[in-house]
């Protein structure tokens, strides 16, 4: 570098300025360099807690949907025991009632049992695969199939599949009650007592472990 002076004569900067000046230039930068680096690695720690957090409550979660599952279990089979013995009483009593009566089976309707959401295994696509195959099985049959859905997946799939035809959709959400699930028991009784359908099959997925589920018509 050189500078100029007011008569005219020119002198050059000393070797050992210009080294300087460029040391504080690398000292700078190394330093930007250096709190930027910090910076990075304390936002993936704080990333790193935060997604620890989330695995110990999702583990909670399912821990406590595996109990409700499990112990779930026998009262649901043990009730469907019950019902169908209540229903083969009737029937050799000849009491009139529309749970009773037997009648050709024309139209059935198929309910898929299916997730909200994404992002959870072959779930839902075990359900949606088994409800297919089925209503290909029964049409193949000469009969008439009205699919039910409950859960946002299963309606977003056969929406977009007007080869089958929806008859209700339903959506019980993260927490379902009691209320919701007579909702949905409402409407497949009043499809069948009205005769819109002769029969009602469901597909849902069966629980056999965390990471195994076995899809089921029923």
Do not use: W
């Not at 936002?43 to 110990?56: E, Q």
């Amino acid at each position: 570098g050189s500078r100029l002076h007011s008569n005219g004569t020119t002198c050059f900067a000393p070797t050992n300025q210009r080294r300087q000046l460029k040391n504080r230039t690398l000292l700078v930068v190394r330093s930007a360099g250096l709190k930027e680096m910090k910076d990075r690695i304390g936002s993936v720690k704080n990333t790193k807690k935060i997604t620890d957090a989330m695995k110990l409550v999702a583990a909670a979660k399912v821990r406590r949907a595996q109990a409700a599952v499990v112990n779930g279990r026998p009262f649901a089979e043990n009730l469907v025991k019950v019902l169908y013995g209540v229903n083969q009483r009737l029937r050799a009593e000849d009491v009139d009632s529309p749970l009773t009566r037997v009648r050709p089976v024309k139209s059935i309707a198929v309910v898929a049992i299916t997730g909200d959401r994404g992002l959870c295994g072959g779930y839902n696509n075990y359900v949606l695969k088994k409800t297919e195959q089925r209503i290909q099985e029964l049409q193949g049959m000469g009969i008439q199939v009205q699919v039910v859905t409950v859960g946002a997946k299963g309606a977003t799939f056969f929406k977009r599949r007007p080869q089958y035809e929806l008859a209700k959709t339903f959506s019980l959400g993260q927490s379902p009650s009691t209320k919701d699930a007579q909702a949905i028991a409402d409407e497949i009784f009043a499809q069948f007592v009205s005769e819109q359908v002769d029969k009602v099959e469901m597909v849902y997925t069966k629980f056999v472990s965390l990471i195994a589920s076995d899809p089921i018509v029923q």
